[in-house]
């Protein structure tokens, strides 16, 4: 059983540009949510989606957005990128009904660098 | 807001040391509570977890008991072993989020 995959794992891209990343959560699960984990830093929440639907946003900028597929998939995208959006992207899925209190699971992320 | 603080790292440790890392939260409400590890070039995994005050959670020899007076969530091992080098992170959730510490580095030398 395949848990929470991304792609790319990798991704150089130069200031300006924009970027999309990919997820595909476990299987069973329907809510997805990212993460920002800065270098030596723990995990920042990004925003998080349910139903097609943004349910809950970080404290970001409009620059980040994303989107749910029917079939639970979800993308973030990154416009005008800045030095500062080097980071690891996680994302995290969680199984209907669980709540808060499931904990997350989570992929192994992609390398976004900013050049 | 929630914030989480946890013990600067790094901690090294030799084989069969015990081991503690302090965990503190703020939180409205009552949170839940969790210890997640990240090894070097993975994801986070969920290592343990309480959902309400008093409640220990437990998974591979690691404890932590959640204190609602002192609003701490310190994790515990008796005895740790090489394959516990890893990073560990405190969190708490709310709002459909979680919030993380810093992190704190294990190092467990033979």
């Known amino acids: 059983d395949a848990g929470v995959t991304q792609s790319p794992t990798h991704l150089i891209k130069t200031r300006g540009q924009q970027v999309t990343l990919r997820c595909s959560p476990k299987?069973?699960?329907?809510?997805v949510s990212w993460y920002q984990q800065a270098l030596g830093q723990g995990p920042q929440f990004i925003f998080q989606y349910y139903e097609e639907e943004e349910r809950q946003r970080g404290n970001f900028p409009d620059r980040f957005s994303g989107h749910q597929f029917p079939n639970y998939s979800s993308e973030l995208n990154v416009n005008a990128l800045l030095l500062g959006d080097s980071a690891l992207y996680l994302c995290a899925s969680s199984p209907p009904w669980t709540g808060i209190n499931y904990g997350y699971t989570f992929g192994s992320g992609t390398r976004l660098t900013v050049v | 807001g929630d914030s989480v603080t946890q013990m600067e790292g790094p901690v090294t440790l030799s084989e069969e040391a015990f081991l503690t890392i302090n965990c503190t939260y703020t939180a409205t409400g009552y949170p839940s509570l969790f210890w997640y590890v990240q090894y070097p070039g993975e994801g986070l995994q969920l290592l343990l977890k309480?959902?309400?005050?008093?409640d220990k959670g437990s998974n591979k020899g690691f404890e932590a008991t959640y204190r609602k007076e002192t609003t701490s969530f310190h994790l515990e091992k008796g005895s740790v072993q090489v394959s516990d080098s890893a990073v560990y992170f405190c969190a708490s959730s709310s709002n459909y989020k979680l919030t993380f510490g810093k992190g704190t580095l294990l190092t467990v030398n033979p």
């Open positions: 299987s069973g699960h329907d809510t």
């Open positions: 309480a959902t309400k005050a008093d």
